[in-house]
């Protein structure tokens, strides 16, 4: 065979037998699926990360906008016991009540004079003025209030009260029934007892000492919400 021959068949058309031209296709296919399959992983992929960063986000923005309404909630209620206690300082009570806080509670203690006129029940005008800004105080926490009532041991006189423990219960329910019925909180948040002589501060050794004893004192307790508001509503109504 010359070379000229060699060359034309060596460059010679072949026809591709009809199989192999059937099943040819399959393999771009088989590497363009396998693309596809690998570029929908890794777009899954990152979809679920940024799922996970979007509800830490999410969980953030919503604990710090929680944080914000109750650090206003709080720098709300400092404003009234700054106003509680400058009501009490202008009006030169600062020697009949005293203040105090902790996490768990407000305590209020609150001499007889300045609510009570010897061995009465009935509140005086200058004690409603004061509970009104106590209620105020109330109304902006959501906790149970304590009310106690306290003698000192000097007996009652003759009256109708027969004795100290009847004259601090009954003390301890004006201060509650002027709460509830005078300023609108709730009943239910309440609860009254008296004491009587026998939960002093002070000995009963001096006149000082046994006005400290007659008191009034209102606990308001720190705590979460007791009720929720579609069982406030119910109770209002």
Not at 146 to 154: A, E, I
Not at 177 to 188: G, M, N, Q
Request: with cysteine.
């Amino acid at each position: 065979m010359s070379r000229r021959d060699f060359q034309r068949e060596l460059f010679k058309p072949h026809e591709i037998d009809s199989t192999e031209q059937s099943t040819f296709w399959l393999v771009p296919y088989g590497n363009m699926m396998t693309i596809l399959m690998i570029f929908f992983l890794v777009m899954y992929a990152f979809a679920t990360q940024n799922k996970i960063k979007i509800s830490r986000v999410t969980k953030d923005i919503k604990e710090s906008i929680t944080h914000s309404k109750m650090l206003k909630q709080d720098i709300a209620k400092l404003g009234l016991v700054g106003e509680l206690r400058k009501y009490i300082w202008d009006n030169k009570l600062n020697q009949f009540l005293e203040i105090s806080s902790n996490a768990r509670r407000i305590q209020i203690s609150m001499q007889s004079p300045v609510l009570f006129d010897p061995g009465s029940v009935a509140l005086k005008s200058q004690g409603k003025e004061v509970l009104k800004k106590i209620a105020e105080l109330i109304r902006s926490e959501t906790g149970e209030v304590r009310v106690s009532g306290h003698t000192d041991n000097t007996p009652v006189g003759a009256g109708p009260i027969e004795n100290n423990w009847e004259l601090s219960g009954k003390r301890a329910q004006s201060v509650v029934r002027y709460f509830t019925e005078e300023c609108d909180l709730l009943p239910i948040r309440f609860s009254l007892i008296g004491y009587g002589e026998y939960a002093p501060i002070a000995p009963n050794d001096t006149p000082q000492h046994r006005a400290l004893n007659r008191r009034i004192e209102v606990n308001i307790i720190k705590r979460k919400r007791l009720y929720r508001s579609a069982e406030l509503d119910d109770i209002r109504r």
